[in-house]
């Protein structure tokens, strides 16, 4: 039977997703209906439920949005392509990428400018590696645990490499030793692309996961950052588990458990986070919140719906 209940923080939302969020609730009080929304405005059903019901009408992309309306582009970042599409179709443009993505596209930008072979680690699909790579012509995407040897560029002294901001250190690191194996000249960014909110929370979770007898994340399965803290937490050597809600909880994960640590994914609301916890609270475990590090950012709103 479960004893106690250990809650870490930071966990659930990170700055770039209260901002996202916030810029749709902004949208919708500002602006007559509808307001739409491309893609998942971050990857959580739980969030797009709620912004649904108050109004947001997403959609997967800009053909489906009718001429001259609203729409809030996603936190995860978009191609230069999908902006001129908006220029085409006379739409009022509020752009709520993470300011954390948009400095990994600078880096493109940069790198590509320079004359590099530009290469992203990250997750074929994910929106936020689909955006990244539109940046510049001829971006290739290098999957974390991908072999480096057979690449071939145009000047293996003018080659970089930008990452997808919710990957692990843990999958980062190995990838780039790969990388400049093949080409020791790789020029990497001035500072670090996987996020300080990624960071943070997978630090969290590996403490975490040493105190525990079994690991919940609570997070949604199209969530990058999630999935890395499943992970992380299971590199430990704890038995970790992805939740989308308490109703996905297996008896069998907690046979012989007394002790179970809970984190949530940065695109989580707390709420969610709040279910879980209190279901163990009503089953008679006793919950202690615990503060592995103190995180105090914000990031400013998109000028269209600043006050």
């Not at 916030?22 to 959580?44: C, D, G, K, S």
């Not at 999958?171 to 500072?191: H, I, K, Q, S």
Request: proline content about 5%; glycine content about 8%; hydrophobic content about 45%.
């Amino acid at each position: 039977m479960v004893e106690r209940v250990v809650v870490v923080s930071p966990r659930g939302f990170c700055a770039g997703v209260v901002r996202a969020i916030t810029t749709v609730e902004r949208a919708l009080a500002l602006f007559p209906p509808p307001v739409y929304v491309r893609r998942a405005i971050v990857h959580n059903a739980h969030v797009v439920a709620r912004l649904t019901a108050g109004g947001a009408v997403f959609v997967n992309e800009l053909d489906e949005v009718p001429i001259g309306s609203v729409v809030v582009l996603s936190a995860h970042g978009v191609a230069p392509s999908v902006h001129e599409q908006a220029r085409a179709r006379r739409l009022r443009v509020i752009d709520a990428t993470c300011p954390l993505v948009a400095k990994v596209h600078r880096e493109v930008r940069r790198f590509s400018d320079a004359g590099c072979d530009v290469f992203l680690i990250g997750h074929a699909g994910h929106d936020e590696v689909v955006g990244t790579l539109g940046q510049a012509p001829g971006v290739r995407l290098m999957e974390p645990d991908a072999d480096a040897s057979h690449l071939r560029v145009a000047d293996p002294d003018r080659v970089a490499c930008v990452m997808q901001t919710t990957l692990s250190e843990r999958e980062t690191a190995p990838a780039v030793g790969r990388l400049r194996d093949r080409f020791p000249a790789l020029a990497e960014p001035a500072a670090e692309d996987i996020c300080f909110a990624t960071r943070n929370r997978q630090a969290a979770v590996g403490w975490l996961a040493t105190k525990v007898d079994v690991v919940l994340i609570v997070g949604d399965r199209s969530s990058s950052n999630s999935m890395r803290l499943r992970e992380e937490a299971s590199a430990s050597g704890t038995p970790a588990y992805l939740i989308g809600s308490i109703g996905d909880v297996q008896d069998e994960w907690l046979a012989g458990a007394r002790v179970v640590g809970v984190s949530a994914g940065a695109s989580t609301p707390e709420s969610v986070v709040d279910e879980v916890v209190d279901h163990f609270r009503r089953q008679g475990a006793s919950v202690r919140d615990e503060v592995f590090l103190d995180e105090q950012v914000s990031f400013r709103l998109p000028s269209q719906v600043r006050s």
